[in-house]
């Protein structure tokens, strides 16, 4: 079970010392239509992610691994790839591989497109339930398979005494390995996204009412 960052108090390095340590990072998007109230609460966010992560690594170690939804490559390819997907991932990304971690090809491409192809296809609506149904199964087939893809990239380069950041957006399905011990990094800053989000909803449906 994932342990939240604001419940870990000075860990003894002893007590981590030869374990594979993740820190999971939920993936937060903007754009440029965004409004200012949500690109204020989305700037706030990537700088207390980056606060959490540099804390963690000065109470348990450096990231040696750099996990990303969706990348396909490893090394320069795949950062080229992150700065159009998300420039504030991106930067951590760098900052993490300037102190020597690796980005890893995170995903398998024919995999992740799959995926996103049927994703595409459920938010465009059905007449039909039984199309519905289909669809959605062949999307939670290919998103379980996405998953298990992911899992095995973390398991087979990370290794004992290293630490890894997963970036990857909220509400995944990753099983992670039992004995890989898990951090959620979620900062003040995602709880504030939240709640705009959820009120801005609510908003909405009144104005449309």
Known sequence: MAEELGKIE???????QGKRKLYVVPLIFSSEE????YVERYNLYWE???QHITNLESKINRVSHVYHEVITQAGEEGIKLME????????????????????????D???????????RFLLMGFMSQKVANKVSQFYMEALRKRYEYIARIVDETLKPGEVGMLIIREGHMVQFPQDIEVFSVAPPALDEIHRWQRERLTT???ESE
């Open 109 to 119: 491409k024919e995999l992740a497109n799959e995926a996103m192809d049927w994703e």
């Open 10 to 16: 000075k860990p003894e390095a002893e007590q981590f």
């Open 84 to 107: 159009k997907l998300n420039p504030s991932s991106h930067q951590i990304t760098i900052d993490k591989c300037q102190c020597g971690a690796v980005l890893e090809a995170t995903e």
């Open 34 to 37: 965004a409004p200012s109230e």
């Open 204 to 206: 909405e449906k009144k």
């Open 48 to 50: 207390q992610v980056s």
